[in-house]
């Protein structure tokens, strides 16, 4: 199930609209890239031009990207993850108690970088107008680091209601998770084979 579902309806559906304004913007800024590429390489090989400075408005939208993505990725808890033991183990108890130490220590990490991604916010805005800038174009250094604050903060969000969902379903939870990823598509193809 989806983490939006197991929430109190209101929040479960704010954290939908913020899913789709993400999600709007990792497709459109994927696009950008891929388009700002295209032109690089048919202004620079086929017209003999360049574009200019596009390195510099590319980097604040790689940022906002990459951090972005990340906390959509904490959200449908799809990491990367090199974790054995829950396919050695089935006993949900086993299963609920790591989940949710894991999780405990993900939110606590992640609540560590929000505070040093709100210092170095912090310090950019202190060092105003003496602000650090790119080259050419002038942006300044603010703008990506905002983007990892903001990625942060949606991390943290999310592993603090993956923990809550945990907390609140117990070891039911977990039973009708793997009753359901026992049910999917995916597993009986596996069991099939």
């Avoid at 048919?42 to 790689?62: G, H, I, K, N, T």
């Avoid at 894991?102 to 310090?123: G, H, I, N, P, Q």
Wanted: hydrophobic content about 55%; overall charge neutral; glycine content about 4%.
């Amino acid at each position: 199930m989806e983490l939006a579902d197991q929430l109190p309806t209101r929040l479960g559906a704010t954290v939908r609209r913020l899913l789709k304004l993400k999600s709007a913007f990792l497709i459109i800024s994927t696009f950008i890239l891929a388009l700002t590429f295209f032109l690089v390489v048919l202004l620079r090989y086929v017209l003999q031009s360049d574009l200019f400075a596009y390195e510099e408005w590319l980097m604040p939208m790689c940022f906002w990207l990459f951090f972005l993505g990340s906390a959509v990725g904490t959200y449908e808890d799809s990491q990367i993850k090199a974790d054995i033991l829950e396919s050695w183990f089935k006993n949900p108890v086993f299963i609920w108690w790591r989940r949710t130490i894991l999780t405990s220590v993900e939110l606590l990490v992640t609540v560590f970088l929000v505070y040093w991604a709100a210092l170095m916010l912090r310090d950019e805005i202190a060092s105003y107008p003496q602000w650090q800038t790119t080259i050419a174009l002038r942006i300044p250094f603010f703008v990506p680091r905002l983007g990892i604050f903001a990625g942060f903060v949606f991390m943290a969000l999310y592993s603090a209601l993956h923990l809550y969902v945990l907390l609140r379903l117990g070891t039911e939870g977990v039973v009708q998770r793997m009753a359901a990823e026992d049910l999917s598509p995916t597993s009986e193809r596996e069991q099939a084979q």
